[in-house]
Structures are given as C-alpha cells and as structure tokens.
C-alpha cells in the first residue's frame, strides 16, 4: 500500500528534529567551558577564564563607596572621580559607574532628589530620557541624564548646562533607583 504524502513529510521532520538534536547535544558538549551555561549553583563571584589559558581574568576591583558619603539609601556622586555609586539602606553599593559631569557643578553638599522625567530635551537640544533632578546652581538645574541617542557630550564651558550624563543603562538604574526624595551627596 503506497504511504500517504502526510506520513512521509511527518517521518522525514522528526527525523530532522532527532538529527539537530544530537548535532546540537555533541556542539554543547564539546564547547569549552567558559562558553558552557551554568548548570549549577550559585556563579556570583565568579570569573570567566580565557579560553587556553586556565587561568581567571583578573577584574579590578570596583571602586568603594566614599567613606564620607552618610549612610542610608543614597546616590553619591564623586564630583573628582566622576562617578556614581547607587547606595542601599545597608550601605552597599548595588551599582556604580562613570558619568560625564556638566559645565556647572553641584556644590559639596546634600540635596534631595526633586524631579524626574522620562523623557525631555536636554538644554543642549539632545533628545535624554530618565532624567532625575536634584539641585539648582544659580538658575542652573543640575540632574543626571542619558541621551537616547547613546552619546556623550562634550562640555561646552561656555554653555551654562546642568546635564551630569550617564550611559542608557546606567540611566535605567538610575531611574529605578532614584525615586522623589531619595538622598544624592555630592562629594569631592
């Protein structure tokens, strides 16, 4: 009795499916470790090794949160350093990177966080979205900042602007993070 077009086509895609399977199981098992997902336990801490080398990559350490900073739930902001850490009630930073700071600077101090946006106009005419706002220097607002666009600008001293910018990423972090009132210190 002839087989029906139907059962050909189902027998031939199963035994695809059985080939591409065992292609892909003999791929993963013959990958070298560092490119192997973690099938196991907890990996935080960790460092990926280069592969052929066996030996950990050596990651600097990240920069500590500034001894004088307070204490509580925080955004510090190292003003020398230009830096942010992103600081939990417990003091830990759960983030921290490099940002590029504006013309006109925050004196050393502390200010509430007063505003946000999710999107605006930068005073410079760049489109920057999660916008959190914490002081004002003579008629100057001073705020962290992402450009949609992923730029960093230059600083243009002779423009009196207040947009202290950070990376997308960095931004989205800061956005969750700093929310009305939450503490920004300014430190040297």
Known sequence: MPARSS???????????????????????????????????????????????????HRPAEPKVPEASGTGKRIVYALGAKRVWLVGADGTASRT???????????MGTYPVTSRSVSVTGSDGIAIEHVVRFASV???VIGFSAAVDGSSPNPDASQRTGGIRESRADGGAMWGFAVNGTKVVVVA
């Open 7 to 57: 059962t050909i086509v189902t027998a031939l895609t199963a035994a695809a499916l059985v080939a591409v399977g065992f292609l892909g199981y003999q791929a993963s098992a013959s990958a070298p470790a560092d490119l192997r997902p973690h099938k196991s336990g907890n990996t935080a801490g960790k460092h990926p090794t280069r592969p052929g080398s066996g030996k950990k990559e």
């Open 138 to 140: 003579d008629g100057v």
């Open 97 to 107: 990177f490099t940002v590029a700071p504006s013309p006109v600077s925050p004196p």
